[in-house]
């Protein structure tokens, strides 16, 4: 089992910037329609694409429970029911924190209360295959974006679609879009 806790707000954030681009599966394209979470020894990464818009969050870890570093996919809908749950606090200066904990089959998120803990979220999650992984390879996707040698240009033909899908995602955390 893997445990760590993250901060509830930048949970939230990853999460509302991630979810417009996971796509969504189909039989063509039963791969997409996910949230890949990988713990890293920087914080918890959420990452998407939809073949056209790609994004990765990184969430801040507050405290990691244990070693084992896991890696794991959720739905669409699962996720969107994380956010459902464990809703910004409105009455409270901090945000306060989460546990995640990771199973072989479950995903477990819990409110980390003062003296009890709080809402209580298990859902299933998917287990990313050992063979045959079509989940696309976000991070080499972003990675060879940001490491390309590229020629400074005056304009760009953008697809406005495309690019209202980051809309989303610098609202989620703080921005103006």
Same mark, same amino acid.
């Given at each position: 089992m893997s445990?760590?806790?993250?901060?509830?707000?930048?949970l939230r954030s990853a999460i509302a910037?991630?979810?417009?681009?996971?796509?969504?599966?189909?039989?063509?394209t039963p791969q997409?329609?996910?949230?890949?979470?990988?713990? /890293?020894?920087e914080g918890l *990464?959420?990452?998407?694409?939809? %073949?056209? /818009?790609?994004?990765?969050? *990184?969430?801040?870890?507050?405290? %990691?429970?244990?070693?084992?570093l896991a890696a794991w996919d959720t739905t669409t809908a699962v996720t969107r029911k994380i956010l459902a749950v464990f809703k910004a606090s409105s009455t409270r200066d901090t945000d306060g924190d989460l546990t995640v904990q990771v199973t072989d089959e479950q995903l477990h998120i819990t409110e980390t209360g003062d003296l009890l803990p709080g809402e209580h979220l298990k859902q299933p999650k998917i287990k990313?295959?050992?063979?045959?992984?079509?989940?696309?390879d976000v991070a080499r996707i972003l990675h060879t974006a940001l490491t390309a040698d590229v020629e400074p240009q005056s304009h760009a033909l953008v697809d406005w679609a495309h690019l209202a899908a980051f809309a989303p995602s610098v609202k989620a955390?703080?921005?103006?879009a």
């Open positions: 445990e760590i806790i993250v901060s509830r707000s930048s910037s991630v979810l417009p681009h996971a796509g969504k599966a189909t039989d063509e997409l329609g996910k949230i890949r979470w990988t713990m /890293t020894g *990464l959420l990452w998407a694409t939809d %073949y056209n /818009t790609t994004v990765a969050a *990184l969430v801040d870890v507050v405290e %990691y429970q244990n070693a084992e990313i295959p050992t063979e045959d992984d079509r989940y696309p955390w703080g921005g103006k």
